[in-house]
């Protein structure tokens, strides 16, 4: 029988990745995230400072669509609500829903996308570190924000700290607007999605999640246009990032090993017993290799090829 290669990527690719090994990586760069992210909350009066001279350079380049924005959303309860909402829960579920998504779905992609998003999500603390900044929402002197979270916290499980929870306000730092993270994740999800979703309603979600986004976290007073865009900026330098530190990574001993074994007998891979590696006694147990395919999509499983190979 003879396999593709588009199926063995995929069964090689799902062979060397390990959900037990996945989920504390992740969790531990996340914890190091949030952990920083809440120690480095800086002064308040540079925190101020420093968010009026952002929106102060943004009004010379007649680039400030913040309080019109704001306005409206804190004038029609019907677009603040939803806004607040989403500011405070889709930032925390879409993005993980996505890693699984690519993990179930799309493995031969998985491990450049957590890459690339560990890479951009550990260079927005160099921003929060070096800039500390106050959201619009929080600017002292008469700029015009109106704290949409706070006026709308009665619809929803925040106060008046962000989007954390009543009484929690103190785990979270609300002087960390530069770079928009909300903004970097959600344009991760939708390039995700877009790029590679089947159906046109995933794809549609990918191009429209991202900016909505961009317009709740404007609506909301919670960053700047400026944020936005350094947020984006993030994301793109964590992308140029990523092959060179996978490329690092696949030089250690242990990956090296591997990839070599990968290499020399890929479908060894893809044919290797259920829950085993191809070389069980060396690297001990793995998950079972999955096709990368659309659901019902039978044209690429081994069995069709098998077929459509002994037609020719």
Do not use: K
Request: aromatic residues 10%.
């Amino acid at each position: 029988m003879t396999i593709h290669a588009p199926a063995l990527r995929a069964a090689a690719y799902r062979g060397r990745l390990r959900w037990w090994s996945e989920l504390p990586l992740i969790a531990v760069v996340y914890t190091v995230y949030s952990g920083v992210r809440l120690l480095v909350r800086g002064e308040v009066g540079n925190a101020v400072g420093h968010g009026a001279d952002i929106l102060h350079d943004e009004q010379l380049l007649h680039l400030d669509p913040e309080r019109w924005f704001n306005q409206l959303f804190a004038h029609h309860a019907f677009l603040g609500v939803p806004a607040d909402f989403a500011y405070a829960s889709l930032h925390y579920l879409v993005t993980p829903a996505v890693l699984v998504w690519l993990w179930l779905r799309r493995p031969t992609h998985y491990r450049t996308a957590r890459t690339w998003l560990m890479i951009s999500t550990l260079i927005g603390l160099v921003g929060f570190t070096t800039l500390p900044t106050a959201p619009p929402r929080l600017l002292t002197g008469g700029y015009g924000f109106i704290d949409t979270m706070a006026q709308y916290s009665s619809y929803g499980w925040w106060g008046a700290d962000a989007s954390a929870p009543r009484g929690l306000g103190h785990l979270t730092n609300q002087y960390a607007a530069m770079p928009s993270l909300h903004v970097g994740w959600s344009l991760w999800c939708g390039l995700m999605l877009f790029r590679l979703g089947r159906h046109w309603a995933v794809r549609a979600l990918g191009a429209t999640y991202p900016v909505v986004t961009v317009l709740v976290v404007l609506g909301t007073a919670n960053h700047y246009l400026m944020d936005a865009a350094v947020g984006v900026l993030v994301m793109g330098l964590g992308l140029v990032l990523t092959r060179p530190a996978l490329r690092v990574v696949d030089m250690m001993p242990g990956r090296r090993q591997a990839n070599r074994q990968t290499a020399a007998d890929p479908a060894s891979t893809a044919a290797a017993p259920r829950g085993q590696s191809p070389a069980a006694t060396d690297a001990g147990p793995t998950t079972v290799p999955v096709v990368d395919e659309a659901p019902g999509d039978t044209s690429a499983t081994p069995t069709a090829l098998a077929h459509r190979q002994g037609a020719r």
